[in-house]
């Protein structure tokens, strides 16, 4: 028995998503910058992949600037905002954010910017007070992540990003993780720059998009042909795109009754493994991603999360670990570790994400199966009482 627990990480690409793309690479193949008939047909493809992908969000077709994915989204945001000022200003970020976000702020700090890490609480939250008190006077853009991959916990986006626009400072969120599986309207939700991404909603991987609210300035990455009004040159992967577009629409339509359907397998896990001597959840039991489950395990244990990575991977059943491998040697999940859990527990965090494959007959064998190894790994003499 196969069972993929790991949507998070990517999904897989929808069979009608790989049928429009070889249609596209087949017989509109043309360069959509060229003026003949060829590079016309690949431009009006072009085109309507940006517009199924504005209307995800509900943004104007010109807001959306096509990437390569969500990291390189994440990276324009800051590096481009950034890029438009002559000295080092001040930057926020929170300290749960994904590490293509917290690698180009650390790659800022080195060139003079200052940063400010927000704290959070046990569940992975965001102070509105911390939020306001660190708005300084040159503080130019913030940056917090809408849906934390690891531990699932939804940000109040609408309140801190208003916090942002009172205090006339440029909010970015890195929503890879929520478009598609919650609705998302850039009409009202108060954010200057929004990242977004193919593969986390059954498109194809190395396609991504920054939203941009007109008006935002912005100095790109990458000098060349000019592309995407000049904001990220290079050739567009028109047929890559083509399904990113398709993949959006079909989220679209899709999102109502499939959120509704994942949020009652989470929760039927969650309810089912809460007994667990052996683990404790991690994040916003409530305030949470639809398709998300998380746990640490408790100290007695002595499991890393990549341990039991593996061990139900030989059943047949694919999860994640959020701490990672570093010269061999295992390094804390640093999002555990934001939210005060010790260096041990930050090494056993596992996440379990649920997609559209997903049955409830999934759902229970991996409980059986989880539960049985945890009786199995775990020495009698650290069993929990």
Not at 281 to 310: E, M, W, Y
Not at 367 to 372: E, K, M, S, Y
């Amino acid at each position: 028995m196969q069972i993929y627990l790991d949507y998070s990480a990517t999904t897989p690409c929808h069979p009608d998503v790989i049928t429009a793309m070889g249609t596209v690479w087949a017989e509109q193949w043309g360069n959509p910058s060229s003026l003949h008939e060829w590079g016309q047909r690949s431009a009006t493809v072009l085109e309507q992949a940006r517009m199924q992908v504005a209307d995800l969000i509900h943004a104007p077709a010109e807001s959306i600037i096509f990437t390569s994915g969500g990291t390189e989204a994440n990276n324009l945001a800051l590096m481009g905002v950034t890029r438009t000022f002559a000295q080092p200003q001040h930057l926020i970020i929170s300290s749960i954010e994904h590490s293509a976000i917290t690698e180009p702020a650390q790659l800022l700090e080195q060139q003079g910017w200052q940063v400010t890490r927000l704290p959070v609480d046990s569940q992975g939250h965001i102070s509105p007070e911390a939020l306001k008190n660190s708005i300084q006077s040159n503080t130019v853009l913030i940056s917090v992540i809408y849906g934390q991959s690891e531990i699932g916990t939804l940000q109040s986006i609408q309140s801190l990003g208003q916090i942002a626009r009172d205090r006339g400072v440029l909010f970015h969120t890195d929503a890879v993780q929520v478009a598609g599986r919650l609705p998302i309207d850039v009409q009202t939700l108060p954010v200057d720059l929004l990242s977004l991404s193919s593969h986390k909603l059954y498109g194809p991987q190395g396609a991504g998009a920054l939203y941009v609210r007109p008006g935002t300035a912005l100095i790109p990455l990458l000098a060349g042909g000019g592309q995407e009004q000049g904001m990220r040159s290079g050739t567009p992967a028109v047929p890559i795109l083509a399904g990113f577009g398709l993949a959006a629409e079909m989220a679209a339509e899709e999102m109502e009754a499939e959120g509704l359907r994942l949020i009652r397998m989470r929760d039927r896990m969650f309810s089912q493994l809460n007994n667990s001597p052996y683990l404790q959840p991690t994040g916003d039991l409530n305030q949470r991603l639809p398709h998300h489950v998380s746990f640490c395990l408790h100290p007695a244990t002595d499991i890393t999360g990549k341990t039991l990575v593996r061990q139900m991977n030989l059943a047949g059943i694919a999860i994640s670990a959020g701490s990672a491998c570093h010269s061999g040697k295992l390094a804390p999940s640093p999002i555990l570790k934001a939210m005060g859990y010790s260096d041990q527990q930050a090494l056993s965090g596992i996440r379990l994400t649920l997609g559209k494959q997903t049955t409830i007959e999934d759902i229970d064998w991996t409980i059986t199966a989880l539960n049985q190894l945890l009786h199995r790994l775990v020495p009698q003499s650290a069993a929990i009482a």
